[in-house]
């Protein structure tokens, strides 16, 4: 990297000495920098997006962070909802893309979920040790690389935590101590598996032997942050590398004891490859949908009973009960999600065998799940692990359901009168209300 400018422990790259470009940064993010700055307020670009733009990968969401305060920033754009709790992150709303503005902060504690849960491993603390300087906010951040800041007012990129150092050479580093970090938010061990695989980045030293030594904390953590975590790397197109290195690093055992056991067994090789496979979705981007891909870490479990002849439909629904419960269970998912998992296993019964007539496609059809179990059947089938011809006679059938025909073609019923042809009935109806 080219020569920087040191202020005090910071390292600031001029415009001229860095790749990040405006034209990168989504208009929305620009425009609310542009008004957070126009109005006197510090406004810098922050987190996984300087990184992103840095390594020349286009960024999954942008983050902005302020010295403006929670109630001014929702002041100064009338599209701005306060989230979380005491309402403390402003997320400003541009159709469907949200651009999340936060205050600077000092307290080391992980971001709230979505809804407001957190994590109970730390307390929350009193609001006035909440806010912070930029400094105090870069530091309370997870690792080097997720600390740097993009300064809207002059275009320079400022890192108070070595990230810039660390993008170099390819390295996730944590901020300060790793066994420290790691106490405070264990959910830190499974993020930092998943930039490593994602950015194709080694994981520093201390930081590998404390997540091999503290892997069994991530129980501490709140499930709900975990589950997320899971359905991110899930559904990001990189799942494949991300579960491979959650099972070296042996997370994967403490996250998924189930999917850990497939992955030390003759069946590892179909579970890489449904991951590939959903990553290939993720991609081109047609991502499986939620319950497929919770159904992918239980299927190489499953799949045995689907092509074999005469397989025992009930002790096959048992065996689906046993194991989605257990993944229920363990991550807390929602009555919903855990029906529609154990749902898509039942449709996928169902598609392993030719079906029995037109009414059971329809109904086969309406139920829940059914459009993640046809996704996870062709996925399969791609793995040689699920009955091609039976699909073939299926999508076949919904297809001809989809665009209004019987699902399966009307044929005499041996010795008896044919029935009446259709395209006469259609003529005498449509003659009659003409
Ligand atoms: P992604 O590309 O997955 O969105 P990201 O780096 O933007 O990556 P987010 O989960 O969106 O990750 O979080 C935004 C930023 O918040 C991170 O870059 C990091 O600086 C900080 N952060 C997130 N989670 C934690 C945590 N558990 N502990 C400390 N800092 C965190
Ligand atoms: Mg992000």
Not at 63 to 90: E, K, Y
Not at 159 to 175: H, K, M, P, Q, W
Not at 392 to 397: F, L, P
Request: net charge positive; glycine share 10%; hydrophobic share 40%.
């Amino acid at each position: 990297m080219p020569e920087v400018r040191e202020r005090e422990g910071v390292r600031v790259l001029e415009r001229s000495q860095h790749c990040l470009s405006r034209s990168e940064i989504s208009e929305n993010a620009l425009k609310v920098l542009y008004r957070l700055h126009r109005s006197g307020f510090t406004a810098y670009l922050v987190g996984g997006a300087v990184r992103d733009l840095l390594l020349r990968r286009r960024p999954k969401d942008f983050d902005v962070g302020t010295n403006a305060r929670p109630q001014q920033v929702r002041h100064l754009f009338r599209n701005a909802r306060l989230i979380g709790r005491r309402f403390r992150l402003a997320r400003v709303v541009f159709g469907n893309e949200v651009v999340e503005v936060a205050t600077f902060r000092r307290s080391p504690e992980p971001p709230e979920m979505e809804d407001g849960e957190t994590s109970d491993v730390l307390a929350p603390p009193s609001e006035s040790e909440e806010f912070g300087t930029p400094e105090e906010d870069a530091r309370r951040r997870d690792f080097t690389v997720n600390g740097l800041f993009y300064n809207i007012a002059d275009f320079t990129v400022i890192d108070y935590v070595g990230g810039l150092e660390d993008l170099e050479a390819g390295l996730i580093r944590t901020i300060g101590p790793a066994r420290e970090r790691i106490g405070e938010d264990p959910v830190r061990m499974m993020r930092a598996v998943e930039y490593g695989a994602r950015l194709g980045f080694r994981l520093d030293g201390p930081l590998e032997e404390a997540i091999g030594d503290m892997a069994a904390e991530i129980h501490r953590a709140a499930p709900a942050r975990i589950a997320y975590e899971l359905m991110e790397s899930l559904r990001g197109g990189q799942a494949l590398p991300i579960f491979q290195a959650f099972e070296r690093h042996g997370l994967l055992q403490q996250l998924l004891p189930e999917t850990a056991r497939t992955a030390a067994s003759p069946r590892a090789g179909l579970l890489w490859g449904l991951l590939g496979r959903a990553d290939a979705f993720a991609r081109a981007g047609s991502p499986l949908p939620e319950a497929a891909l919770w159904a992918a870490l239980l299927a190489p479990e499953l799949v045995g009973w689907l092509g074999a002849q005469g397989a025992d439909g009930s002790a096959f629904e048992r065996a689906v009960r046993d194991l989605t419960g257990a993944l229920a269970t363990r991550l807390v998912l929602s009555h919903h999600t855990a029906h529609l998992v154990r749902n898509t296993f039942l449709c996928l019964w169902r598609l392993a065998r030719p079906p029995r007539g037109g009414k059971f496609v329809l109904r086969t059809m309406r139920q829940e799940g059914f459009e993640a179990a046809l996704r996870l059947a062709q996925a399969l089938t791609e793995d040689g692990a699920f009955p091609r011809h039976s699909l073939s006679v299926w999508q076949e059938a919904i297809q001809r359901a989809r665009s209004g025909l019987p699902p399966v073609p009307e044929r005499p019923a041996p010795g008896r009168r044919r029935p009446r042809r259709r395209r006469g009935r259609r003529q005498n109806t449509a003659g009659g209300t003409a």
